[in-house]
């Protein structure tokens, strides 16, 4: 990369301020500008190596620049690189007879999208043709994607740009039994969370929905783990009142939770799932796939220029590929289980700023607040800030999330090794020493 051997970090993040949206945020006071990576690490422009424990948002599948998802890339690009979905390709129908093979229940039919939000969108879209109905059930605390759509799906405000929403949305209370927005403990609260969708459906909707749609694990909102009867409760719920329910599986998907997919962890078969992230190791990918009923639902014309293109879906029948022959997701659950019990230790060595730790597989999160042990739960943003500075040092990237942005994100490769995981607490733990979490 020729300009990375003429230009200094320094100069990259004053361009970066420049030349993109203030949006654009970056972590870190000073961000870190990646210029290579390989398996579980990646490389600065100063030449210093990161442990990742991010993974470009729970992208990264089978590990950064993994060479068999790379040689199916290459040779695609060789053959044909892009056609559009207006002709049918090998890897767009060989992925979707994959999806429909691995997917739970009687999911079958695909639509593939360039991103996560697109997915959510179609979701929304053939909800509403399936039913005929318009109102949408989603979730405080939850994530959707960028579009204004997916803006009124997502519940928090720091993500909303523009005050005017999708009406037709109405947000349910996150099962969030940390701080539960009921004042309720779980298990003597009896799941009300989910029981109060049927008193939000007939007091702020028509009393018919279109469906729900939810992550399985909240990610943006802080790896929110809702308890293992809330969706058996939600989906009959929405579908007593003329819904169906849509699995969100854009970042709790193929693997992540040491299931292939989040949904699976709570019993529930969905009617439409989405996916994009780890579907294909890092390339620009989304689908839907619903039952047959659904999915023929849709009868007007509609097209995804980018969606399904030969070098994505290339790139996600090799991914998916190595998850199934290597065993990943049981890979996930055995080192998620290592991850876990190193980070309960932890939060047994620094009781006070460390709060919550909440996950499955490896999508865990790690919440801190002010002083556990003196009961004052309010959300420690500032610590988080310190940690993220403290882990760099370290040579360990993690992610922040939640409302608060008091939340360690941590979800490294599925093919993370024991090793990596013990090297990664080890910087944990040095990490918080270093901010004084006791």
């Not at 403990?185 to 799941?191: D, T």
Request: negative net charge.
């Amino acid at each position: 990369m020729s300009t990375t051997k003429t230009t200094t970090s320094a100069e990259i993040r004053e361009k970066h301020g420049t030349y993109l949206f203030p949006s654009v945020k970056n972590f870190y006071k000073e961000p870190v500008v990646v210029t290579d990576a390989k398996g579980s690490r990646v490389t600065d422009l100063d030449g210093n190596t990161y442990l990742d424990f991010f993974g470009g948002i729970l992208t990264i599948s089978v590990g950064h620049a993994n060479d068999e998802v790379n040689e199916a890339v290459i040779a695609q690009i060789q053959r044909l690189n892009h056609i559009t979905t207006l002709y049918p390709t090998l890897p767009m129908v060989e992925l979707a007879e994959r999806l429909a093979h691995m997917t739970p229940g009687h999911l079958q039919k695909c639509f593939f999208t360039a991103s996560g939000t697109e997915a959510d969108e179609t979701a929304v879209m053939i909800a509403q043709t399936y039913t005929g109905n318009s109102e949408l059930i989603a979730l405080r605390h939850g994530y959707s994607g960028r579009s204004l759509l997916c803006q009124s799906l997502t519940a928090h405000s720091s993500w909303r740009a523009i005050p005017t929403q999708v009406a037709a949305v109405k947000h349910a209370p996150s099962p969030y039994c940390y701080r539960c927005p009921l004042k309720l403990s779980y298990p003597s609260c009896e799941v009300a969370c989910a029981k109060d969708i049927e008193e939000l459906i007939v007091t702020t909707t028509t009393g018919r929905v279109a469906g729900m749609l939810a992550e399985p694990i909240q990610g943006v909102g802080g790896f929110i783990t809702p308890p293992k009867e809330y969706y058996q409760i939600a989906a009959e719920i929405v579908r007593k009142y003329g819904g169906i329910f849509i699995s969100d599986e854009v970042q709790t998907g193929f693997g992540r939770t040491g299931t292939m997919w989040g949904i699976e962890q709570y019993g529930v078969e969905p009617d439409v799932m989405t996916m994009a992230k780890g579907i294909a190791n890092g390339y620009a990918l989304g689908a839907v796939i619903a039952t047959p009923a659904v999915a023929d639902s849709l009868t007007k014309n509609t097209i995804s220029t980018f969606g399904g293109n030969p070098v994505s879906t290339a790139a996600a029948n090799a991914t998916i590929g190595v998850i199934q022959r290597d065993g990943l997701v049981e890979n996930a659950a055995r080192m998620g289980a290592r991850f876990r019990e190193g980070l309960d230790a932890l939060q047994e060595r620094y009781p006070r700023v460390i709060g919550d730790v909440r996950g499955m597989g490896l999508m865990i999160g790690v919440e801190l607040v002010v002083d556990e042990l003196a009961g004052d739960r309010t959300p420690n943003g500032k610590a988080v800030g310190d940690l993220l500075e403290a882990t760099r040092k370290q040579g360990l990237l993690i992610g922040r999330g939640g409302l608060y942005g008091n939340v360690l994100r941590l979800a490294p490769p599925l093919n993370i090794t024991a090793d990596e995981i013990d090297e990664g607490l080890d910087k944990l733990g040095k990490a918080f020493a270093e901010i004084g979490g006791t």
